[in-house]
């Protein structure tokens, strides 16, 4: 199974397949660590058993909502395979064509499969241990800073663990069974994960968001009450949507970043290892392409357990941002070493000598990460002068607050572009020079992206924990409030909220950053596979087929399908931005509705959290089944109608509009919310004042951007970029205009109507339960 490599590379794979192994076993161990810890007060686990009970309920029905679609899904890849012939890897690892048909499709199919339960079990586990933790970090508080620091992050860290555990261990096990026929399952696996990170960014931001815009408008603007007031009767479903959205969603999209820049290097790594061995399908492969970033992987779980393991501070000093950053800063530099350690072992030329250029392009993935890191904090933290002037414009209304914060979002999405085109053309002159032929300079180029793409999520084990620690502690303190704990705990849980929402908004810089570079990587790779097939039809006789060699954007269908491509993003964050719209006005009538309840105010009658929880849960589902569909039908339309190279138009154009306009929306919303904070400190008026309150509205605008919109382009980006790799061979094979092209071209057309529609319409559920009356109760 492991044909090829020396007695030290084949020890390399069973060690990091081990590696992976420990990475998920370490993640269980910290999980009973946590459950060991003290639940607290009795109202405390109340409060927590009404979240539990929301957080389980709503993605045990999410996932019962795309079951089906996962297998029929499932079958198509199996079947994909037999409308072109499989590739010549395929049949030299299975020995004739008939066996490799048979493998590739089984393997596909699996793989997808696998792709599907890791990413959906790194949210679920992940979101559960969340849930587990928060009631425990409010319990912690009461005794000290660090204890609650310490259980807070710990619970994070089990969803970072086992996302980089599952990640690596779907990965290597492919290369074993698969060996040089690997990426005709990997693009199975690495599309099942994209496949459910997306459905769990769309429906765990709706749900969220929806609950969130509602509580805070009828609850602090209109009630004036606190944000986690227990009369609110949104609240629940609010610190719900904490765990479904930036837990769930989250972990799940940074596996499947995880998961696809892996799948991208592994695939440009045989494509560069064939061609600098000899002639391209002579069967003569470099492995080490392929290897290397492997054992990058495993190295970068190890870094992550040793850094996460330094994250404490004291009583004293109380800085829980410091603590997190010097866990992930000796992590990176541990990575880099065990980076030279490896080039020196794994990467040695024939002649003897070390390649350091895979190593130098990972450390500018590394360098990435950070850069896009202080990026997103500048422009989102409370600490410097873009959400601090967004916090000052609310002194004259809502309408200033709301410019203020689109002209911040505007301008950061500029120098994000910036910081990931210099980290791309660091690839560029890293591999300059590479190979006399043009193609294999090409393909290193765009194997040294992949690296990058590495790199950035080479501590994803840190970055996750950092991002789980947010709504973590966000939970904490809502069960702080609503258990009304003491003022001491309050400060404590008060101040890791404040830095969980920094952390929130500098990891969805590192997932929105990686997504791009993933996407750069996954395009070089439809780039170098269509030339594979179209090659493999050349030798075979085949007329009037020319290499792709890149895309001409002159050409008119091509430059039709860039539109189309940056166009795709805007429906998508339309769609989305809609539904929890609809959705936070349900929740706004039902609130306001409790409100009127005699007694409610008065704290004498509790109100009913359940429908909150219903109407979220519901308008979630709505949109899942829906937005999945567009983001498989289009590229195939696109592809089977204009071609492949206009296929190549189309993915470049959603790349880009995609990256602006993720950033954009996700640095605006953070800044609106962290502007909203920072008067709620005391600045400007404080709480209760009409800045406060202008700036509550330009949070409210923000969150379906930095929550909803813009974290669902990531995992939709790297979707379709997945889809345009598997139909590239049948769309390069097929006759244009054919009977059969025509009928599938106008059923997926049909389809996509449909889903426009039944995403824009509205649901019988949620209107019965927003109309129902207060006698109800």
């Not at 929301?54 to 499932?74: C, D």
């Not at 990965?171 to 459905?199: E, M, R």
């Not at 030329?349 to 500048?378: C, F, M, V």
Request: hydrophobic letters at 50%; one cysteine or more.
């Amino acid at each position: 199974m492991l044909e090829g490599l020396d007695a030290l590379q084949q020890a390399a794979v069973w060690s990091v397949l081990a590696i992976s192994v420990l990475g998920i076993v370490y993640a269980f161990v910290l999980r009973a660590q946590i459950l060991a810890e003290d639940k607290g007060t009795a109202k405390m686990q109340e409060v927590w058993g009404f979240i539990k009970e929301g957080a389980n309920a709503y993605l045990s029905q999410q996932f019962r909502t795309i079951a089906i679609l996962i297998v029929i899904l499932t079958f198509v890849l199996a079947a994909s395979v037999l409308v072109v012939p499989p590739t010549f890897e395929a049949v030299e690892r299975f020995g004739s064509e008939e066996a490799a048909v048979l493998w590739v499709s089984i393997g596909r199919a699996v793989a997808f499969l696998m792709g599907s339960l890791f990413s959906y079990a790194v949210g679920f586990v992940g979101m559960s241990v969340a849930v587990e933790g928060n009631v425990r970090v409010a319990a912690a508080a009461r005794k000290g800073y660090n204890p609650a620091l310490q259980i807070a992050y710990k619970s994070g860290s089990v969803t970072g663990m086992l996302t980089v555990g599952l990640g690596l261990f779907g990965g290597t096990l492919i290369f074993i069974v698969f060996g040089i026929a690997a990426p005709d399952a990997l693009l199975g696996f690495g599309f099942g994960g994209s496949l459910i990170a997306l459905f769990m960014r769309v429906g765990g931001g709706i749900y969220t968001k929806a609950a969130d815009v509602g509580a805070d408008l009828v609850g602090k603007v209109e009630a004036g009450i606190p944000e986690d007031d227990p009369r609110n009767a949104a609240v629940i479903a609010d610190l719900v949507g904490d765990n479904v959205g930036d837990c769930a969603g989250m972990a799940s999209d940074v596996f499947e970043s995880f998961e696809v820049t892996l799948v991208s290097a592994l695939i440009l790594g045989l494509v560069l290892g064939d061609a600098v061995s000899g002639t391209i399908g002579d069967g003569q492969y470099d492995l080490r392409f392929i290897l290397f970033p492997l054992i990058l992987r495993a190295i970068g779980v190890i870094a992550s357990v040793i850094g996460n393991s330094l994250v404490r501070t004291d009583e004293r000093r109380r800085n829980a941002m410091a603590a997190m950053n010097r866990g992930f800063y000796v992590a990176a530099v541990i990575g880099a070493l065990g980076g030279v350690v490896a080039s020196f072992f794994f990467m040695r030329n024939p002649d003897g000598s070390i390649d350091w250029r895979p190593l130098l392009a990972t450390l500018a993935g590394l360098a990435l990460a950070i850069g896009l890191d202080k990026l997103t904090e500048y422009f989102t933290s409370t600490h410097y002068s873009p959400v601090k002037e967004t916090a000052r414009s609310s002194q004259t209304g809502a309408a200033t607050n709301i410019l203020s914060g689109l002209a911040l979002g505007m301008e950061s999405s500029v120098w994000a572009v910036m910081v990931i085109c210099v980290s791309i053309f660091s690839s560029v002159l890293i591999f300059s020079g590479f190979s006399p032929d043009p193609f294999v300079s090409f393909t290193a180029v765009l194997y040294g992206v992949s690296l990058t793409g590495i790199g950035m999520l080479l501590l994803t084990g840190n970055t996750i924990s950092m991002d789980s620690f947010g709504p973590i502690s966000d939970n904490a303190n809502g069960i702080g409030e609503m258990a009304g704990l003491d003022k001491n705990a309050r400060n404590v849980m008060d101040d890791l909220d404040a830095v969980g929402n920094t952390t929130k908004a500098v990891t969805k810089g590192i997932a929105i950053g990686s997504a791009v570079i993933a996407a750069v990587a996954l395009f070089g790779s439809y780039l170098t596979d269509v030339n594979k097939v179209q090659q493999q039809l050349i030798d075979a006789g085949e007329q009037g087929v020319q290499l792709l060699t890149g895309i001409n954007v002159a050409q008119p269908t091509v430059f039709i399908g860039l539109l189309i491509g940056g166009a795709v993003p805007f429906l998508f964050s339309a769609l989305t931005i809609r539904a929890v719209s609809r959705a936070a006005s349900q929740i706004v009538t039902e609130v306001r509705r409790q409100f009127r309840i005699p007694g409610l105010m008065e704290g004498k009658v509790q109100p009913d959290y359940t429908r909150a929880v219903l109407i979220s849960t519901t308008a979630a589902q709505k949109e899942l089944i829906s937005l999945g569909i567009i983001a498989v039908m289009v590229p195939i339309l696109v592809g089977f109608l204009l071609g492949v190279e206009a296929l190549g138009g189309f993915l470049a154009g959603i790349i880009l509009s995609g990256q602006l306009m993720a950033v954009f929306q996700s640095n605006a919303g953070g800044a609106w919310d962290n502007a909203k904070k920072y008067i709620e400190e005391g600045n400007f008026g404080g709480k209760h004042s009409d800045p406060h309150k202008a700036a509550v509205v330009g949070d409210t605008v923000g969150d379906p951007l930095k929550d909803t919109a813009g974290p669902a382009l990531n995992p939709m980006i790297k979707v379709i970029n997945l889809v345009a790799l598997i139909i590239a061979p049948v769309v390069v094979t097929i006759t244009p205009g054919s009977p059969g092209v025509i009928i599938g071209m106008i059923f997926c057309f049909a389809l996509l109507v449909w889903a426009i529609w039944q995403s824009k319409r509205e649901t019988e559920q949620i209107s019965e339960v927003t109309k129902a009356p207060a006698s109800a109760d």
